[in-house]
């Protein structure tokens, strides 16, 4: 790839770039960077959120301002507080070696008097949300008029947010003359309309296709009856153990309602809405940065500031009205080269939708299952035992050991661990031993007869723990099998296991290839599955990831309210989330 040092940034940048840590840009970096340099000029810039478009824009802004001048020459707009307080941070470490460059953030819920004495003071480059900065231009506390750059950041998001009228006055206080830097992850009519009415001809980059998703993101639908969303929502995020997400909602009645019985069920879960105070947000979002939320269920808005490069998955408990608001949903996972899942619940009658989104995004979506009672009791069962396997011994019950093997004297080995894999995991299979199907039919599951499609399921012990993705692992497979890429399919990692599909004419290969397999000295297991097979017949659709262990602590105890959870979680096992 091409280093920093060719893209024509001064020493200063390049040093500051270096105790960052960052060896070579991103392609939007790549693109971006040389033209803002070169000269002046407008540029429009489509790439999803996460691509590093803040350095994009930053590392050019910092290297044309006049530092040595106290007037501000630079205005950054963004959507929501917190992007305005992460891109004044990321800016001010872009400009550690940069003398006297003064940086100032303004937005609302906070101290407008504040806002004014750090302006005042001098700041070359404000950052701000379009309606504080609005307000403080209405006071005559910020002077634009004679501003050199202007960027919008996030542009689709903000004109999603019903920022249109700001923007344009907002715009309409600065000098026609300046350089107009526009950064959008889609080019809806309203972002067209800002470009054409403010911005001369501007360059326009593209990285990837324009209004397409992210393709490190896998896109899933499951299809439920109206009334078993929540039920379905459990299920999900009980059958990947290692989740790290964010849920969508459209409303803040519905995000409270959801997030209120996730907790109540033992989950650990909050809610990010509109109705929440500025200290309430701040608190929530802090949790979940740190992991101990696991499950943020926000609505649209509430979200925009979200800028979490390890979320696992994004689930849409419902859909959004607009195609573009689902294309920012999606893209809070698979962030910074990693790969996500985004799963949508839907009904029968959602289906439709579906097929809008795709055409949107120009991307297929999977149909997949609501994961059965006994699959999950499987997939934690697994994900118990490695939990056991990976506890750090604590010698300080060494002293009590003698009396132990008193108490379990007489018990062999095989009883033993059956009796403590037992102790945290009975409550949890008699939740779901019986639990009824949650599928609603699609018209293609009709046409199927009885669900035995020839597909056989199988258990193998490496997963993410060993280094495997869903691509990488299906590729050890088929490799070691001699089969063709279509052949192997449905390969879903866990932390230290995966399953994966043939057709049942290759079982006696699979099990005979893998009965006597050593990697790396390691011999590996294969064995066909309890696990039933989830639908979808010979048509070998697009394998997914599930990030087993991934972005998210698990712990061997369970947290949440015996009785009110349903599977009845004791205080002291949290592990299964």
């Not at 992991?291 to 800028?307: F, S």
């Not at 669900?451 to 088929?478: A, H, P, Q």
């Not at 057709?503 to 000295?521: I, K, M, R, W, Y």
Request: charged share 30%; with cysteine.
């Amino acid at each position: 790839m091409t280093p920093f040092s060719t893209l024509g940034l001064n020493q200063p940048l390049l040093d500051a770039i270096s105790d960052l840590g960052f060896e070579n840009p991103s392609e939007v970096q790549e693109k971006a960077i040389p033209i803002l340099l070169e000269k002046e000029k407008d540029l429009v810039a489509l790439a999803q959120t996460g691509t590093g478009k803040t350095a994009a824009f930053g590392f050019p802004l910092i290297q044309k301002i006049h530092a040595e001048s106290r007037t501000t020459q630079g205005l950054i707009l963004s959507p929501t507080r917190e992007l305005c307080m992460q891109i004044t941070n990321e800016m001010q470490l872009y400009s550690k070696y940069v003398k006297g460059l003064n940086i100032v953030a303004i937005y609302g819920g906070a101290s407008i008097t504040e806002q004014a004495k750090k302006i005042k003071k001098g700041a070359q480059i404000v950052v701000a949300t379009p309606g504080r900065m609005k307000d403080m231009i209405g006071r005559g506390i910020v002077d634009i008029s004679k501003i050199d750059y202007c960027i919008l950041d996030e542009a689709d998001e903000m004109l999603n947010m019903g920022f249109y009228e700001d923007i344009k006055d907002i715009l309409s206080n600065t000098p026609q003359e300046k350089s107009t830097w526009l950064f959008s992850a889609t080019m809806p009519k309203e972002v067209a309309a800002i470009a054409k009415k403010f911005m001369h001809k501007p360059v326009e980059i593209t990285v990837g296709e324009k209004n397409v998703g992210a393709t490190t993101v896998q896109h899933e639908y499951y299809v439920v009856g109206g009334r078993d969303r929540y039920p379905a929502l459990k299920r999900l995020a009980d059958a990947n153990p290692g989740i790290f997400s964010v849920v969508f909602c459209r409303t803040k009645r519905d995000t409270q309602r959801v997030a209120e019985k996730l907790i109540e069920d033992g989950y650990n879960a909050g809610a990010l809405h509109g109705d929440l105070s500025q200290n309430q947000r701040d608190l929530v979002m802090n949790a979940f940065r740190k992991k101990q939320i696991q499950m943020l269920v926000a609505t649209d808005v509430a979200a925009r500031g979200i800028d979490v490069d390890d979320i696992t998955h994004v689930i849409n408990y419902q859909l959004p009205d607009e195609i573009e608001t689902y294309t920012h949903r999606s893209g809070r996972t698979g962030r910074a080269g990693k790969s996500g899942i985004s799963m949508v619940i839907v009904t029968r009658s959602e289906l439709r939708k579906i097929k809008a989104i795709e055409r949107k995004i120009k991307q297929d979506f999977v149909e997949e299952k609501i994961p059965t009672g006994i699959e999950i009791c499987e997939i934690q069962l697994y994900h118990l035992a490695r939990n056991i396997k990976e506890t750090k011994i604590n010698n300080e019950i060494d002293g009590y050991l003698p009396a132990i093997n008193d108490v379990l004297e007489g018990i062999d080995r095989d009883e033993l661990i059956k009796k403590i894999v037992s102790v945290e995991f009975t409550r949890f299979f008699n939740y779901y031993n019986k639990a009824r199907d949650l599928n609603s039919g699609t018209a293609e599951d009709k046409g199927r007869s009885g669900g035995n499609d020839g597909s056989v399921r199988y258990f193998i012990n490496i997963g993410e723990r060993d280094g495997y993705d869903w691509m990488s692992l299906k590729d050890f497979i088929r490799d070691s099998l001699g089969l063709d890429k279509d052949d192997v399919y449905k390969v879903d990692t866990k932390g230290s296991f995966s399953f994966f599909n043939t057709d049942a004419a290759f079982t006696p290969l699979v099990l005979e290839t893998f009965s006597d397999l050593n990697v790396d000295g390691r011999r590996i297991n294969v064995e066909v599955s309890n696990k039933p097979d989830r639908g979808g017949g010979k048509r070998k659709r697009r394998d997914r990831k599930n990030s087993g262990g991934r972005g998210r602590k698990s712990s061997s105890s369970f947290k949440g309210k015996k009785g009110k959870s349903g599977h009845g979680r004791s205080k002291k096992f949290k592990g299964f989330v």
